[in-house]
């Protein structure tokens, strides 16, 4: 449980500073993610001679089938989800994301049998009831193109969570880490500095206007990255993904408080009410995952 307390806190600390370097010190996504995956890969790479270990099998076409996946749906999903936070309120786009740890334990109750829990799909139904209030407007939904990412986010995330545990059984969790950055970066890298500039008519990367207070800050995001990855991935491997889950819940909650604290961001009353929502769905699902 250790692990997991220390990610979620890392994970809240690393998505503040995300908002603050993307909006405030205005890197663009395409760089932020580049330069953050090149980091990260880096620092993961100086551990790995102490706690990295790839097993024979990992080289299976089976294997390396789901590893392809792995990078691809990460690849998709952290595109989406840095793009929201640079153009989206860390409050906004939290309350969405505080339904990933729901969709994350029902994939993983469908996909892993020995965690499955079928009590969790009356919270999941609370809780997107209340997202769902939290975003009517004159009696229509209005999802924006960003939070309608972050939708596609919850289920990649989850679907991402049950491929990685099963691939654990073969990596440690800084080989798997390692690997999954280094093929996220270079997925990456060739879609934002080659293809997408001539298929989607996006501007050319550069990097010229990144000053050092930049390269500190994603640094740093790097830093706590590592931290809270490896150790969630140390938690799946020994805990399950749906006990991880439910401890990262503490994720979107101390960013809730960050926003509000540190970014001085106003939170509308009916996402709070929907907070309040989602948070007692998560309580529920605790109490029965205990039973």
Known sequence: MFYAIIAAISLA????????????QRIGHRQF??????????LTAII???WGHIDRLAFDFHYLFLLFLVIIIASIY???FYHA??????????????????????IASIFLQVERNWNVFLAGIIASSALIFSHLRRYHLTFDAFQRGLLIYLMLYGFEAVLVKNLLFLYSPVALYLVRTLGVLVVLSIWFLFIAPRLVDEPKVSFTKINKKNYISVFL?????????????????????IFTT?????WPILTYLGSMFILKEHI????????????????????????
Do not use: H, Q, W
């Not at 600390?13 to 405030?24: G, N, Q």
């Not at 990255?225 to 969630?232: D, F, K, N, Y």
């Open 268 to 291: 509308k009353k009916r996402i709070i009410l929907a907070a309040a929502i989602i948070l007692c769905s998560i309580i529920y699902v605790n109490i029965m995952m205990s039973k």
């Open 33 to 42: 993610i580049i330069l953050l995956f090149l980091f990260l890969f880096i």
């Open 78 to 80: 952290n595109v989406l």
């Open 85 to 106: 936070i640079e153009k989206e309120k860390v409050s906004e786009i939290e309350l969405i994301v505080m339904l990933t740890p729901l969709s994350t334990i029902i």
């Open 48 to 50: 790995y001679p102490f």
């Open 246 to 250: 439910t401890i990262l819940t503490l």
């Open 13 to 24: 600390a690393s998505t503040i500073m995300d908002k603050i370097v993307l909006s405030y």
């Open 221 to 241: 995001i790097a830093f706590l990255g590592v931290i809270s990855m490896v150790l969630t991935y140390y938690s799946y491997a020994y805990f399950g993904v």
